[in-house]
Nanobody, 119 residues
Framework: QVQLVESGGGLVQAGGSLRLSCAASGSIFSINYMAWYRQAPGKRDLVALISSGGSTNYADSVKDRFTISRDNAKNTVYLQMNSLKPEDTAVYYC??????????????WGQGTQVTVSS
């Protein structure tokens, strides 16, 4: 059984910062890539992704404000969010592409954490 547990959401004023964490636990052979998505009313959009080697990709709307990082020893991914804007308000979801057995890869999602940015 694999779980992704997120923490760090909350209410912050525009211009403030938050740090999200997502820890993967359970029967994990290895972790390929990890990512953060967000969902306001509507579809779920990619915010940032980090590969097993540390390469990163960001949505244009968060470049230069958000930083994704990971601690492989702790199976944890982080999202440091600075200069937050009201349009960043959404439920943020952690996603991980995991190898649960040799050559058996699956995608798992966290439960979501609410981020609310007030103007």
């Amino acid at each position: 059984q694999v779980q992704l547990v997120e923490s760090g959401g909350g209410l912050v004023q525009a211009g403030g910062s938050l740090r999200l964490s997502c820890a993967a636990s359970g029967s994990i052979f290895s972790i390929n890539y990890m990512a953060w998505y967000r969902q306001a009313p509507g579809k779920r959009d990619l915010v940032a992704l980090i590969s097993s080697g540390g390469s990163t990709n960001y949505a244009d709307s968060v470049k230069d404000r958000f930083t994704i990082s990971r601690d492989n020893a702790k199976n944890t991914v982080y999202l440091q969010m600075n200069s937050l804007k009201p349009e960043d308000t959404a439920v943020y979801y952690c996603m991980a592409h995991l190898e649960v057995a040799r050559s058996n890869f699956r995608i798992y999602w966290g439960q979501g954490t609410q981020v609310t940015v007030s103007s």
